[in-house]
């Protein structure tokens, strides 16, 4: 049976890559039992957007002196 | 005024030296998420601002090739982002990396879990809150800047390459030789090490007790 290390190695994978079946069904399975897991699994997703924090807040497009083309 | 008269007053000249003086403002405005971005791929605050430097210029000089497809700051991160991949390669040509070999096992990952894969007590993680708000929170990012100074080099440059640059890992392999297989394993190792020290680092601040 799948156990916290792994899966924590699955969550982080399946960032980066598609998981087998096998792997996806042991991970959800894993999952709904452990609720520190799903913290991990869930920091994990928030780290994978942290380039979200260098977007531009609204974009160029609001503003008044948007560029010229 | 009519439009003709005002075509009459203002010439094309001046239309482009109000154009650069808007540009040159939107970079300055920029400049400092650009060396935070920087640096966090360089790990070196004069090489980072250096790259930031020649990315302003490049992007003055490249103006006119701006299109407005995208945002002005999305193509201005463009042109960082290849600049940075261009200072990554000139650091690992000139010697500045250590080796990019994995270790057979990361002792501080390994503390983490009892010998039977469960979570060790003090390592279970806790909620952080919704992700929004977090994402919003200026004290969030000060940890998380500290963290990432704090990861071991090559964990670091693997994850900021995966995480804040957007290219996939097989990508990533073949930028700094690593195969496949090694990267996943240390974005594995540098997520969580990066998540257990946000949490220490974080939680501590927000909740003091």
Redesign the interface.
Known sequence: ML????A??LM??K???PLTLRERFSLRFHLTMCS??R??D???????????????PT???TTD????? | MTTRDRGRHVNDST?SLA?AT??R??LEA?RP?LV??ALLHLRDKTQAEDTVQDTLVTAMEK?DA???RS????WV?GILKHKLLDALRAQQQSGQWQPMENEASDEVVDR??QR????EQHA?????GE?EA??ENEAF?QV?DACMIGLPDNLARVFSL?????L??RDICREVGIRESN??VM??RA??R??TC??SGWLKETHPC
């Open positions: 156990m916290c290390k792994d924590t190695r982080s994978m960032r980066d890559r520190a897991c913290e991990c869930r920091q994990f997703e928030l780290l994978h957007h942290a380039g979200r924090r260098f977007e531009p974009e160029d497009r002196d948007a560029p010229r083309h | 239309e154009d808007r540009y403002r939107r920029v998420r935070s971005f103006s701006f299109s407005g945002g002005y700051e999305t991160f983490l879990f039977n894969g469960r979570w279970r993680p806790s909620a952080w992700p977090t994402f990012w998380f995966r995480e804040l640059m957007g996939s890992t990267c996943w974005l594995h997520r969580l990066l998540r946000i949490e």
